[in-house]
């Protein structure tokens, strides 16, 4: 677990610190990817808090710390210096700062909760009144066929990057489930694809085992974690 990337989750406030054993044992209940959306909340946080806390300030946080943060972030047709964020991702910040409370044993300010749903509210009424932003188009077919078309005579290193869209659409992996940030160095075993993890005992199909995968809806006779390929791919591997 690379805990420099959620260096502000772990502190305390603004005040640095390093997880016990205990603590690291803990953060790994959680979804990597979970902990770094939580570690984006934190930092924003800190960020709304600068001007109200020039010398910086510890755990737990004021219903009033609290309230600054939503009317930084969120959406405010009349404030122009707001940073418009959506109602929904607001509630989640709000998810991560609890969640950073937890982990630090400090009581989170549940006093004024009430006001802080009004606040929300006035942040959504903000989000219906902007111009919703043209979705991004999802991955078809059409798109592999395509890959599939121009890399699967390429290099070998073409080849796996044909390999890797093709298990992370069927699968509904992320790229960062299946890659490395480099080439050398250790690795997180809870996180990271190993070769223990790579089964081929079905000559038809390639089965990969993914750690802390975030997407997909499990069967009912399968692991949250397991994720199956297409059958034609073979045994052919990553390079």
């Known amino acids: 677990m690379e805990l420099g990337k959620i260096a ?29 959306s939580y570690n984006t909340a934190v930092k924003k946080l800190k960020k709304s808090l600068a001007q109200k806390h020039p010398e910086g300030f ?32 607001l509630v989640k910040y709000l998810s991560g700062l609890k969640a950073w409370h937890l982990y630090h044993k400090k009581p989170y300010p549940r006093q004024w909760e009430d006001r802080i749903d009004i606040f929300l509210k ?4 903000a989000d219906a009144a902007t111009p919703k932003k043209e979705k991004k188009e999802a991955v078809h077919l059409r798109h592999l066929f395509f890959l599939a078309e121009q890399l699967i005579e390429g290099t070998a290193e073409e080849r796996a990057v044909l390999d890797l869209a093709l298990v992370a659409f069927w699968g509904m992996a992320r790229l960062a489930e299946l890659t490395y940030e480099s080439k050398e160095g250790p690795l997180d075993k809870s996180m990271k694809l190993l070769t223990s993890n790579v089964s081929t005992a079905d000559p038809n199909q390639t089965v990969l085992t993914l750690r802390s995968a975030k997407t997909r809806t499990p069967k009912p006779d399968a692991s949250s974690e397991d994720f199956y390929p297409v059958q034609d791919m073979g045994t052919r591997g990553f390079s």
């Open 8 to 36: 502000d989750f772990t502190a305390n406030g603004t005040n640095p610190l390093n997880p016990t054993k205990k603590q690291e044992f803990y953060l790994k209940g959680y979804a990597w990817n979970t902990l770094k």
């Open 122 to 125: 006035a942040s959504a009424k």
């Open 58 to 89: 510890e755990l737990p946080l004021t219903d009033d710390d609290i309230e600054t943060f939503c009317c930084w972030a969120g959406r405010d047709d009349d404030n122009l210096e707001g940073h418009e964020v959506a109602s929904t991702t």
